[in-house]
C-alpha cells in the first residue's frame, strides 16, 4: 500500500480510485465494512482502491488536553488498513485552516480536483468541512453535478448495538479486551518503541519489554495474557505471554508503564517496535509485600496467560 500526505499532485495511477472516506480510528468491524465496499467497486469497476482519512485526530486538535483515547495512532491504522488490501492511503493534515475549508469547497478541492475520484464511499454518520456542515445528502448531491457516484453505508451492528470506536473503549477501560477484540475483528494492538527500563523484571527472572503509551488510550490498570509481535521484514513472529499496565505499586512508581514478559524469548529487544495484542485481563494492578511475594505472583499470571493462551492461535 502507498501512502500519500497530500492530495495534490497525485500519480496518475493513484486518481479515479473508488475512495473510503472517515477517521478510522481502530479500523473495527464498521469501519471495515466501508472500506470493503469501496473495494468491492474497485473490484467491479476496475479502478484503485483507497482509503482517505486524517491526521491527527481532529479530537486532538478541539480537545487538545483530553486525556489518550486512540485506538489506532497512525502507524498503527495504516498497518491495520494496509492489511485489507487497499491500494492507496491518501492522509490529509487536520488544522485550524482545513477546519475552515467549507464542506463544498473540501468535495470540489480535495474529492474532485485532487483525488479525481470515482466513486466516494462513507459511513451514514459522516461529516465533514466548516462546522460539520457535509453530509451523506450533499456527497449525493454534489457526486451528480461533478460527476463521482457516491455511497453511503449504513449502520453495521452485532444484534446489540452499533459496532462504534465509543463501545470498544469502553471495552478496554472496564478490563474487557476479549469483548473489544469482538468489535475490532482481532485483538487490540499497543505498537511501540522498546524503551530502556530499570532492568528489575530481569533481576528477579522475568525480564520485560517496557512501552509508554503515548497516543494510546489507557486500557484498565492489571495484569493481561498477551500476543507479542516482532516485526521481521514482512512478516511478523509472534510470542504468547503476559503483561502488566500500571504504575508498579509494589515500587512505589508513579509513571504508568506497560511491561510485557515474553515467554520462551531471551534476546534483547531494546529500540525495536513490538506490537503488543491483548488477548484477556488477568487481574487488577496490586502492591505486594516485598519482592517474594510479587514474583509468586508473576509465577501464577504467567501459568494462568499460558493456560489462556493455549486454547488460541495466532
Known sequence: MQIFRHFENLPTEVRGA????????????????????????????????????????????????????????????????????????????????????????????????????RHVVSGYDFVFGHKRAGNCELLLQKGQQEGFDFTCVSAVDDGQAVYSSTRIREC????????????LGREFEIDGRVEHGDARGRTIGFPTANLHLGEYLRPARGVYAIRAGIDEGSTT????????????????????????????????????????????????????????????????????????LAQDTK
Open 172 to 183: 478496554l477501560r472496564a478490563g474487557d479486551p476479549r469483548a473489544a477484540a469482538l468489535l
Open 18 to 117: 473508488s475512495v473510503a472516506i472517515g477517521n478510522f480510528d481502530g479500523v473495527h468491524l464498521g469501519h471495515r465494512a466501508v472500506i470493503g465496499e469501496a473495494g468491492r467497486i474497485a473490484h467491479d469497476q476496475g479502478i484503485p482502491w483507497a482509503v482517505l482519512s486524517f491526521e491527527p485526530h481532529p479530537r486532538s486538535l478541539f480537545m487538545p488536553e483530553g486525556e489518550p483515547f486512540r485506538l489506532t495512532p497512525f502507524r498503527t491504522k495504516a498497518h491495520h488498513i494496509g492489511d485489507l488490501g487497499v491500494d492507496n492511503l491518501i492522509v490529509l493534515h487536520f488544522d485550524e485552516a482545513f477546519t475552515n475549508l467549507s464542506a463544498d469547497d473540501f468535495i470540489r478541492q480535495v474529492l474532485v480536483e485532487g483525488l479525481g475520484a
Open 237 to 308: 513472529r509472534w510470542y504468547d505471554g503476559v503483561a502488566n499496565y500500571g504504575s508498579r505499586p509494589t515500587f512505589d512508581e508513579k509513571d504508568t508503564i506497560f511491561e510485557a514478559h515474553l515467554f520462551d524469548f531471551d534476546s534483547d529487544l531494546y529500540g525495536q517496535h513490538l506490537r503488543i495484542g491483548l488477548v484477556d485481563y488477568l487481574r487488577p494492578e496490586k502492591k505486594f509485600d516485598g519482592i517474594d511475594d510479587l514474583k509468586a505472583q508473576i509465577a501464577i499470571d504467567s501459568d494462568n496467560a499460558r493456560r489462556i
